[in-house]
């Protein structure tokens, strides 16, 4: 049995990757490369001789498998979540031992470089992978054939399916998730909930009498055209560009005030190919609930930099409301979010939001003169912030173009269907369902992602028995790959009223 040792040292590998993962917190610059790239090629031919031998060897760490073909190869596969889990109880990145390091510098250097290399290295060898090999419970590994992966992810592909769900604690959390998703009654607060971000969620896969969990990114980089659809997967590749998540401030506090960059912008400095345009679904209130924007009018952009200036400085807080709308909010609203608006949720509102999913562009203004839970000042970036801030989204633009923006579709005894946004500037549509019987759909033209925003459950069916029957109950996020085609939801109680609301590209 022999280590494999044909990557560079710590040092090497942390100075060849410094121009993507930049002195920030939690921004980088996306690498493109592959694994290969670090890979030193003295040690890799000295390996290689090493086990030019007969009899059993076995090769095992990352990259194996550039070593020797295998005659058996296991994949030992872990999923994002419990990734960024094991960052923050001490586990070090790839090869080095920043054991204490910060853990969003942790997980920035996975998200930009070393996922990004695994991913590409892992879809080189997928069809070749013997054995799976689930990692994610400690001391409790699960072995599944190859095939039977492939076999699954191609069912999942062809269905209606669910992601593995993930709840976080944040300084601004609330309240409403632990009661309607049936979480710890005990934990301080949830604020985020993702269950519609593949990139960032998992899956589960029954086989046979085994349940294992793998990256639903795996789905996705493994059937891409089968699951977005063609024209979603030649303009965006294999990547799900839309996600659902929840943020909840029930009895917490304001969001940070916020803006998220330009195309060009994030491209530019960032590598990413798309932005973060997002919007604010509203699933609950409390009495106080709102949304923080776009400007007010007249705003003196030289004023408002230095008043943000000064804020982070702790000269004083920064006079929100003198420079920022803030629109009373009541459930099932819908505000519009395209990037360069300045916006926040306000406490006491319960956000499905709708969004595409490039990862942590978030430049905060201003963070309302608070810790994180980890004690630390959260990233600030009022510079990049102010590069991208649309000056002229100002009260009548915003309240014209991205409050309520609600355009009926179909008014009769069987339904009800809505536009509901988003911008023009977005490229995401999403469409609300209200109806007390069954709604037809149609998922060929790219996949649908839904969340059934009102009622107790529904039930989603096959009109030629493609698939099994598949339920979903309350506030959670469906996925409907573009293979389905046509497929109906209705209400699983008779006599009950739903709504779902469902996003896609929009690509006409």
Known sequence: MMRSGIF????????????????????????????EDFIDAGRLEKMRRDTDRPGRICIFGVGAGLVRKAD???????????????????????RQTNYKEDSLR????GYFVEWRIADKRKMEIFEQIDWFLDTNRKGNPKLASGEAVRCGLKQIASQPFRLVPYF????????WMKEVCGLPAEEKNYAWSFDGVPEENSLYLRISDVRIEIPAMDLVLYQPKELLGMKNYCRFGAEFPIRFDF???????????????????????????????ESYYILDTGENAGVYLGLKENVNPGEMAKDLYEAQKGAYPFPAEKYVNRFPAKKHDHFLIPAGTVHCSAADTMVLEISATPYNFTFKLWDWDRLGLDGLPRPIHIEDGLRNIQWDRTTGWVRNNLVNQTELIHEGTDYT???????EFEFIETRRFTSGGKTC??????????????????????????????????????????????????PAAAGEEIKIIKAYVRNR
């Open 8 to 35: 560079y040292d710590d040092e090497t590998l942390t100075e060849m990757m410094k121009p993507f993962l930049t002195d920030d917190r939690v921004r980088g610059v996306m690498y493109y490369g592959k694994m």
């Open 72 to 94: 058996t190869l296991v994949y030992c596969d872990l999923a994002r979540w419990e990734i960024q889990l094991r960052y923050r109880a001490g586990m070090p990145n790839f």
């Open 106 to 109: 942790k997980i920035k250097r």
């Open 168 to 175: 976080d604690p944040g300084v601004w959390g609330g309240q």
């Open 247 to 277: 943020l909840d401030t029930m009895d917490g506090q304001n969001l940070s005030l916020q803006v998220h960059p330009l195309t060009e912008y994030i491209r530019s400095h960032y590598g990413m190919t798309y932005t973060q345009d």
């Open 417 to 423: 269907e809505e536009k509901t946004g988003l911008h």
């Open 441 to 490: 759909h149609d998922s060929s033209e790219g996949f649908h992602i839904c969340n059934l925003v009102d009622g107790s459950a529904a039930v989603i069916e096959s009109p030629d028995g493609r698939f099994e029957p598949y339920a979903v109950h309350y506030a959670e996020t469906f996925i409907i790959p573009a293979s389905v085609g046509k497929y109906t939801v209705r």
